[in-house]
């Protein structure tokens, strides 16, 4: 058994971290109130913006959806993977990490992949194995539409000059503070309404159909990779608070199991102590 000081050494160091893992988690549970009610309130519209312009793109030709929605034969893909700048997570990080080799194994085999990757973490481990093209690790300093809009400009003009014929989004889409649904998301090409039909609707357009729906293409792609990135953003701290209430839990449990060690091996040399002081008495008297 452990002497004593060690004991109380080791009650005192997870003392220490305990104090460390439940700041880090109130940290976390600020920042996530924030991040899921700035993502609760844009989701909708988010999908209201894809949902309409997919339905108008259906009862209008190629030509006049304009080039991101040209359907090419796939030989090049980007992946833009989302992870966090910072660890401390679960398995935020590693989900996204497993679910991108997997992606590219199961879809793209013998094609060539280039990655474009947001967030410190998945670019230090991808980067060791496939071809990372650009990394941005500043985004979530400043996370603005405006900011992520140029990003989203970016991969329109490497579609649009036909660098690639495919651009993917894989993030973990925001469900709540315990779990995040992994989320592989066409970018580009615009993906057609399921069914290949528009649902008729009774709208009259001004100026014209194919002007809205040019205008809006921009504006619904700078959309969702902006939404993409906060559903990251928030199922980051989710995944943190969670974390971090596992571990001081855990921490707890630890620490009452040392002080429980302690207090025996306490009473086991007071124990001693009076036996030898008991003894040496009677050896006295003797």
Not at 63 to 72: E, F, L, M, P
């Given at each position: 058994m452990a002497n004593l000081k060690e004991i109380r050494n080791r009650i005192s160091s997870i003392g220490s971290t305990m104090q460390i893992t439940k700041a880090m988690k109130m940290v976390s549970a600020a920042k996530?109130?924030?991040?899921?009610?700035?993502?609760?309130?844009?989701?909708?519209?988010?999908?209201?913006?894809?949902?309409?312009?997919?339905?108008?793109?259906?009862?209008?030709?190629?030509?006049?959806?304009?080039?991101?929605?040209?359907?090419?034969?796939?030989?090049?893909?980007?992946?833009?993977?989302?992870?966090?700048?910072?660890?401390?997570?679960?398995?935020?990080?590693?989900?996204?990490?497993?679910?991108?080799?997997?992606?590219?194994?199961?879809?793209?085999?013998?094609?060539?992949?280039?990655?474009?990757?947001?967030?410190?973490?998945?670019?230090?481990?991808?980067?060791?194995e496939l071809k990372v093209i650009e990394n941005n690790i500043t985004i979530f300093d400043d996370l603005t539409f405006d900011n992520t809009a140029v990003i989203a400009e970016s991969l329109m003009t490497q579609f649009t000059e036909g660098n690639y014929d495919k651009i993917e989004i894989i993030y973990n889409r925001f469900k709540n503070a315990a779990t995040q649904i992994t989320t592989v998301e066409q970018f580009l090409p615009i993906k057609p309404i399921e069914g290949g039909t528009a649902i008729n609707t009774d709208y009259l357009f001004e100026p014209s159909k194919s002007e809205i729906i040019l205008e809006l293409i921009p504006k619904s792609l700078k959309t969702q990779l902006y939404k993409a990135i906060r559903d990251s953003y928030a199922s980051e701290h989710g995944a943190r608070m969670t974390a971090m209430h596992k571990a001081t839990d855990n921490a707890t449990e630890l620490r009452d199991d040392l002080k429980l060690t302690y207090n025996k091996a306490r009473q086991s040399a007071i124990t001693n102590e009076i036996l030898e002081i008991v003894g040496g008495a009677e050896a006295l008297n003797g």
């Open positions: 996530l109130k924030k991040a899921q009610d700035a993502i609760t309130q844009m989701r909708p519209y988010a999908n209201k913006l894809t949902e309409l312009l997919q339905n108008l793109s259906a009862s209008l030709d190629d030509d006049a959806t304009g080039v991101y929605s040209t359907q090419r034969e796939v030989s090049n893909v980007l992946l833009v993977v989302i992870t966090s700048n910072r660890g401390l997570c679960g398995g935020f990080n590693s989900s996204i990490i497993k679910a991108t080799k997997k992606h590219i194994a199961t879809n793209y085999a013998g094609k060539n992949v280039d990655l474009f990757t947001i967030g410190k973490k998945g670019d230090a481990i991808l980067a060791k």
